[in-house]
């Protein structure tokens, strides 16, 4: 009998054990990369350059958070990085510094609200066209968000004439470059949306029915759920998530640039899947894909100090992408 009970906790161990380590693979996963560069290199284990590593991902975390909720419902957007752009454009040309709005239009200094509110506009737009398009003419995700994709940068380069726009005023600035209490101010952007996200999806009928539908579409269509209507809610707030991001990132640069964002969709995408989204849909979390894009933000950051070559990142991202996924299917067989 002692023998039996000791094989039977030895079991549950193991199990426990196995929960465990699938659990939670991403964060040991970063810590062991967070510890290797700081082996390699001892820069970057120093409080600034932390600190400018969760900087530098919050754009990425807040496009990875909207791609989560599309991926969980069976979806995708790759649409973030163009409408990023034009929300970038479209804000920083409301933002600029009084001397240089007064030389051309005479009164036309704005408050700071009217800038954050166009920037965010413009990505709740964009977002809802893109679940209109999917929701209401069955249009695949791929195909609507990369038509967006396509609209929203050449819209972007028509709005600012393919120049960056600049001179933009201090406290629009002071949205990407400031800090609160010693933390730069995108960090707090991104936490405060994160937990918006985590709640929404985790405690609200709305996130429910989109893991619902992530799981069994059709199921979802028999119990009730507005399947249409959820959808449109989904691309929505990723539209809001990518005008948000524009307002961090051109206020970090002091510029609104109709080239901002190209690639950032691919790395939006990686973060999710690294962070366990599953594209078979009905998976997800928050926080992983907030770990997925520490994990990318390390690896740069880490590559840079160690003097990798920009193109030897690319070949790594990429094969961290596919790993992942083949992780992924292996985990659902």
């Not at 509110?117 to 968000?145: D, M, R």
Request: proline residues 3%; hydrophobic residues 55%.
């Amino acid at each position: 009998m002692a023998t039996t009970k000791t094989g039977e906790t030895g079991l549950i161990n193991k199990y426990w054990i196995k929960i465990i380590f699938q659990k939670y693979a991403i964060v040991l996963i970063l810590l062991a990369m967070i510890l290797l560069v700081s082996i390699l290199s001892p820069a970057f284990f120093q409080v600034r350059n932390l600190l400018n590593v969760v900087r530098q991902i919050s754009v990425i975390g807040l496009l990875g958070m909207g791609v989560t909720l599309a991926i969980i419902a069976l979806g995708i957007d790759l649409s973030s990085g163009s409408v990023l752009a034009l929300a970038a454009v479209v804000a920083a040309s409301l933002a600029q510094r009084p001397d240089w709005a007064e030389a051309k239009f005479p009164g036309l200094v704005l408050p700071l609200i009217v800038p954050i509110l166009a920037g965010l506009i413009i990505g709740l737009i964009c977002g809802w066209i893109n679940g209109f398009l999917i929701a209401q003419f069955k249009i695949p995700p791929f195909i609507a968000t990369l038509g967006m994709m396509t609209v929203a940068r050449g819209f972007a380069l028509l709005y600012s004439d393919g120049r960056p726009i600049s001179s933009l005023t201090d406290s629009y600035n002071f949205i990407g470059q400031g800090e609160v209490l010693g933390f730069p101010i995108p960090i707090l952007i991104l936490l405060f949306m994160a937990l918006v996200t985590h709640v929404m999806l985790n405690y609200t009928r709305f996130g429910r029915y989109v893991y619902a539908i992530g799981g069994n579409e059709q199921a979802a269509r028999v119990s009730g759920i507005n399947i249409d209507k959820v959808k449109i809610g989904i691309y929505t707030y990723a539209g809001l998530l990518s005008g948000l991001a524009g307002i961090v990132l051109s206020s970090r640069i002091s510029s609104g640039q109709p080239g901002l964002g190209q690639g950032y969709e691919l790395d939006a995408i990686a973060s999710a899947v690294i962070g366990g989204t599953s594209f078979a849909g009905g998976v997800g979390t928050v926080w992983g894909t907030l770990v997925g894009a520490l994990i990318i933000g390390v690896l740069n950051n880490g590559l840079d100090l160690l003097n990798v070559s920009a193109y030897w990142q690319q070949i790594v991202k990429g094969a961290i992408i596919v790993v992942a996924i083949i992780i992924d299917e292996r985990k659902n067989r």
